[in-house]
Antibody, heavy 120, light 111 residues
Framework: EVQVVESGGGLVQPGGSLRLSCEASGFTFSTYSMSWVRQAPGKGLEWVSG????????YYADSVKGRFTISRDNFKNTLYLQMNSLRAEDTAIYYC?????????????WGQGTLVTVSS | QSALTQVASVSGSPGQSITISCTGTSSDIGGYKYVSWYQRHPGKAPKLMIYDVSNRPSGVSNRFSGSKSGNTASLTISGLQAEDEADYYC???????????FGGGTKLTVL
């Protein structure tokens, strides 16, 4: 059974940092691109970042570019999102999602999400 | 404001068919075949219903179908059922620096 489980969310002050993790199981992790998607309170879904199979190519939404870094460890079947210089508007539930294939084009499995709250 | 435009809400009666549209530009929907549709029940993770404009993942009912014309993508649900009541989001690959854009979501109410 395909599973992706996020962890690492919590309360952080503006300007602070947080690292999210996503443990994957039930599929050959190294052969699929992965993405992070978030949903702020009362808002819709927002794609945050994506990474290709080997990790050679990474992509970011304009809203997080230069502050967030996506990475993966194909030996540990784990996806990461390093979030720096956090702002109040980064408050959201962050979802880890498996892409349909090796390209970033649609997410067929999602985790339950981890809540990030940026507040003083 | 979302990059893709969806109507805020639609409704239909059980057994009817409804269509949810998603309008973008030639830089996203109109330029690529990577349009996806997601179903979101309250408190649950999004579920992929359609990818690559019209492909259904394994396990998704054939009552759900997707299409695209120009810069507008559409999700059609036939034989509406109570369990279809949810929020629906479209997304598309885009040539902009943000690789993927979502619509603002459409709330489907089954009357």
């Amino acid at each position: 059974e395909v599973q992706v489980v996020e962890s690492g969310g919590g309360l952080v002050q503006p300007g602070g940092s947080l690292r999210l993790s996503c443990e994957a199981s039930g599929f050959t992790f190294s052969t699929y691109s992965m993405s992070w998607v978030r949903q702020a309170p009362g808002k819709g879904l927002e794609w945050v970042s994506g990474i290709t199979t080997s990790g050679d190519s990474t992509y970011y939404a304009d809203s997080v570019k230069g502050r967030f870094t996506i990475s993966r460890d194909n030996f540990k079947n784990t996806l990461y999102l390093q979030m720096n210089s956090l702002r109040a508007e980064d408050t959201a539930i962050y979802y880890c999602a498996k892409e349909v294939g090796s390209r970033i084009r649609g997410c067929d499995y999602w985790g339950q999400g981890t809540l990030v709250t940026v507040s003083s | 404001q979302s990059a893709l435009t969806q109507v805020a809400s639609v409704s239909g009666s059980p057994g009817q068919s409804i269509t949810i549209s998603c309008t973008g530009t030639s830089s996203d929907i109109g330029g690529y075949k990577y349009v996806s549709w997601y179903q979101r029940h309250p408190g649950k993770a999004p579920k992929l219903m359609i990818y690559d404009v019209s492909n259904r993942p394994s396990g998704v009912s054939n009552r759900f179908s997707g299409s695209k014309s120009g810069n507008t993508a559409s999700l059609t649900i036939s034989g509406l059922q109570a369990e279809d009541e949810a929020d629906y989001y479209c997304s598309s690959y885009t040539s902009s620096s943000t690789l993927v854009v979502f619509g603002g979501g459409t709330k489907l109410t089954v009357l």
